[in-house]
């Protein structure tokens, strides 16, 4: 078959597999829409999880099933499914503990183009099918539900690991499509003022659309000063990273209420120490927490937030910039993930049988 992989850091291009073969508890897949990732830029071209030869790349998929194994009970051929990016071991220890995202150690239920091959390519193999494949609700676009297997669960997070609440003010840095989702997230959870910290032209007018109250651009100026020019000096209940480097967590700090609490999804780079401004930090008595995290998977979380997009609380298609028909189009979506121009915030793959 053929599939688009990751060669060598730095280095992508088409190669051919043999199909990847089913499990007891697998499903084999064939892709019905696929999206790149900023993750799959950081894989490729910034050799954030070290170097890989002939990796399938790819986590972002709704697809239709092909074939199951004989164990699994609730999908079968034919079925579209929601494919979520991380696809834990639910039996773990770790999944047991409440972190299903660190089945068998730290990030080890980000499967798909890290430790297995990814889903761009004619067919993928998904793990424990009936725990990790969620069911495409009738009338739901899959273009739509594609933004589901990382986008909206990735961003959602945020305000999940900062319990955004009724009435919470909001700050969130980066809005790319993420921190878009983070926006909508927070919003979602009753969040008052939502500050949103960016610059492109189109993801601002887009998190206006998600609920962003006040735009932030990082680029006219201090973040921490604008925030605490707005907020009477007071700063915010809770800050949502989606965005930036390791100097966003001492603006984070910067900006955050005693008790507050920091939901960071962004993915650090480089450097070795994230640094804590001591003073800011109540000199280690300010009761203001950092949480951080890799995105959820499986098939629960993915079947209820497909319900958000059944029932319209959420709408997905503002993401959408550009639309690419056939496999090959894989290439050219992913670089514009990589070389980011100004209008896109993310691209779909569609594949027409
Ligand atoms: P984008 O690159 O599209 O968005 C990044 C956003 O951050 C943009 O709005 C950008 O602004 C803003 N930004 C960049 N630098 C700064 C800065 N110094 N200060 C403030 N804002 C800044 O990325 P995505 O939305 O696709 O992804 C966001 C992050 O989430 C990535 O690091 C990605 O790897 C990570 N991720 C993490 C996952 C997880 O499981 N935790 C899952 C998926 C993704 P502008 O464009 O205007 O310059
Ligand atoms: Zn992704």
């Not at 930036?244 to 603006?251: A, E, L, M, V």
């Not at 995290?293 to 059944?310: C, I, N, V």
Request: overall charge negative.
């Amino acid at each position: 078959m053929k599939c688009f992989a990751m060669l060598s850091i730095g280095k992508v291009g088409w190669i051919e597999k043999d199909k990847p073969s089913c499990g007891p508890l697998d499903a084999i897949l064939r892709p019905l829409v696929l999206a790149p990732c900023t993750s799959d830029v950081h894989t490729v071209w910034e050799g954030a999880i070290g170097d890989r030869h002939n990796l399938v790349l790819g986590h972002e998929s709704v697809g239709e099933v092909v074939e199951v194994g004989s164990l699994v009970k609730d999908f079968k051929p034919g079925d579209k499914v929601i494919v979520p990016a991380i696809t834990p071991d639910w039996g773990s220890l770790e999944a047991q503990n409440g972190y299903a995202q660190h089945s068998g150690g730290m990030l080890g239920g980000w499967k798909f183009s890290n430790i297995k091959d990814g889903v761009f390519a004619e067919f993928y193999n998904v793990n424990e099918a009936d725990a990790n494949l969620a069911h495409l609700p009738e009338g739901v676009d899959p273009s739509d539900a594609v933004m589901l297997s990382d986008m909206v669960v990735t961003g959602l997070h945020a305000s999940e690991l900062a319990d955004v609440g009724f009435g919470d003010t909001v700050c969130v840095i980066g809005i790319g499509p993420v921190g878009l989702m983070t926006v909508a997230g927070a919003n979602l959870s009753g969040a008052s003022h939502i500050y949103a910290v960016g610059s492109r032209p189109n993801c601002i007018e887009a998190a206006k659309f998600y609920g962003a109250t006040d735009i932030v651009n990082y680029k006219e100026g201090d973040i921490v000063k604008q925030i605490l020019d707005k907020t009477n000096g007071i700063g915010v209940d809770k800050v949502l990273i989606a965005g930036g480097d390791n100097d966003t967590f001492t603006q984070a700090i910067k900006i955050l209420k005693p008790g507050g609490i920091i939901g960071n999804v962004n993915y650090l780079g480089d450097g070795d120490y994230i640094n804590i401004p001591r003073i800011e930090w109540g000199v280690g008595m300010g009761h203001k927490s950092i949480k951080a995290g890799l995105t959820p998977g499986g098939r629960l979380k993915m079947a209820k937030l497909a319900s958000l997009l059944e029932t319209k609380k959420l709408d997905t298609s503002k993401l959408i910039t550009h639309r690419f028909e056939g496999l090959e189009g894989i290439e050219p979506a992913l670089m514009l993930m990589k070389d980011k121009p100004i209008d896109v915030i993310k691209p779909v793959v569609v594949i027409k049988y």
